[in-house]
Each structure stands twice: as structure tokens, then as C-alpha cells.
């Protein structure tokens, strides 16, 4: 199915897929997995670098820019708010929350990043979702985005983290996070700001492998990989057997 622009994450929900595709959230119906049809899609400021499905209805879309929270259903989709992300001097970030598709705050939020050149796209395994709270990565800060209500963001952080992160998932209260020198660390999130317990040995989950017959298969960076791991069902790194580089369409806000 296409989706129109550079696929680069994807969440399910129901009988309906969101995908992040190009500066849009783009909502396929799965319901007939043999023919899965592309149905609303609305535009982001930036390209969407990583989706998560909240609950039925809402996402969280993570762009260079922020966090953007959607509504999206069967028949259309919308921007309920943006938490903005902005860095500062070394490794200092601000955040803050507009209602709305807020492209105003976002012009100024862009002129921010080219000064700091540090917004990114980023990668998929930047964003999680526990419950109703977003987690957000930014160089080494840790954001919690709380979406009770996701036309009103609540905002904790940034909370200094102890290593440049290329990747972390959170369960059961817990980060567990691999750093961009192979660091292997988990958090525990039910103190703000969270606390070191240890290590782990989960670095292909956390990174973003998914295993299926005899291959596994992670989305890194526009590039699908997969390796051929035979029946033992895993591999001894990250799959680089093969590499599909995906189209890239960047855009502006509101297109």
C-alpha cells in the first residue's frame, strides 16, 4: 500500500495502522489484510520520524520539532496539540505545549534547531509510550509527556540522562536504554528524575528487531534490514544480511 512519502515507523490500533510517512501521520484500514486501504492523512511540521498509538484515537508522532499528539479515526485525522522541544546551550533543551497544529510556534521552533543543529529526525526507538505517558529522548535528556488529556499535554523534565542514547524501550516502570557507544542501562522512571537499576542483556528488543521465521528484521534510519538467522531465532547483532534504502520526502509544516 502506498502512503505517499518515506515510511519510516508504524503502530497499530484496532483495525486501523498509523503510520508516519513523509511530514504526515497517514491511517490505513487493515480490517481486510489483503487489501488494506489508505484513508485520511494529515500534515506535520517536519518529518515524522516515529509513531505511537496511545489508545484507540489518539497518537503520538515525533518529528525534529516536538511531539505531535493526533486524533484519527476511520474517517479523518487531526493535530490536538504540540509539545515543542528546543535545544539550548550544550546539552540544555526547553520544551512547551501549544493546542492546535501550531504552525506559527513551529516557524520559530525551526530557526531555533538550524541555530543548534541538533533536531534531527531521530529514529523510531527515540519515542515509547507506557499507559497514557509519552516518553521522549533528546540528546541526553528524557522528557515524560503525560496525555490524559491530548488536547492539554502535561510536561515533566528534562531529566539529565548519563549517556547519549541511540535507543530505548520502557515497561513495567522501567527504561531500558542502549547507548551510542553499546552502553546497556535501565532507569527506574517511578522517581523523576529517574534513578539507575542496573543493566540489561535486551539490546536487539530495545533497538528494534522483530524475529519471525528464521529472519529477523529491524527499520533503522530509512533502511530495512533483515538477516537470515536459521531456526535458532537469533542473531548475534543487529540484521545486516540485507539492506532496503527507503525513499526520503521531506516537507514543511501545514503541507
Do not use: K
Request: with cysteine; net charge neutral; proline share 7%.
Amino acid at each position: 500500500v502506498n502512503v505517499r512519502g518515506h515510511a519510516r515507523d508504524v503502530d497499530a490500533a484496532g483495525d486501523l495502522a498509523v503510520v508516519a510517512a513523509g511530514s504526515h501521520l497517514a491511517v490505513v484500514d487493515v480490517s481486510n489484510p489483503a487489501s488494506p486501504a489508505v484513508g485520511a492523512r494529515v500534515p506535520l511540521c517536519g518529518l515524522a520520524a516515529a509513531v505511537e498509538a496511545i489508545d484507540a484515537g489518539v497518537a503520538a508522532v515525533l518529528t525534529p520539532l516536538g511531539l505531535s499528539v493526533v486524533r484519527f479515526d476511520g474517517a479523518g485525522c487531526e493535530v490536538l496539540s504540540n509539545v515543542w522541544f528546543l535545544p539550548g546551550v550544550g546539552e540544555t533543551w526547553t520544551a512547551d505545549v501549544t493546542r492546535g497544529a501550531g504552525e506559527g510556534r513551529a516557524a520559530a521552533g525551526a530557526a531555533a534547531c538550524r541555530g543548534g543543529g541538533r533536531c534531527s529526525v531521530g529514529t523510531p526507538r527515540l519515542l515509547d509510550v507506557e499507559g497514557r505517558v509519552a516518553y521522549v529522548v533528546r540528546g541526553r535528556r528524557m522528557f515524560a509527556v503525560d496525555l490524559a488529556d491530548p488536547t492539554s499535554p502535561a510536561l515533566t523534565g528534562p531529566a539529565a540522562l548519563p549517556v547519549d542514547v541511540a535507543s530505548f524501550r520502557v515497561r513495567a516502570g522501567r527504561a531500558y536504554l542502549v547507548g551510542a557507544r553499546g552502553e546497556r542501562l535501565v532507569l527506574d522512571l517511578h522517581a523523576w528524575p529517574p534513578v539507575a537499576a542496573g543493566e540489561h542483556d535486551l539490546a536487539e528488543w530495545v533497538m528494534g528487531v522483530v524475529h519471525g521465521d528464521d529472519i529477523a528484521c529491524r527499520l533503522a534510519r530509512g533502511t530495512l534490514e533483515v538477516a537470515n538467522v536459521g531456526s535458532s531465532g537469533s542473531a548475534p547483532g543487529p540484521p545486516r544480511n540485507a539492506r532496503v534504502r527507503l525513499p526520503d520526502h521531506p516537507g514543511r509544516c501545514g503541507e
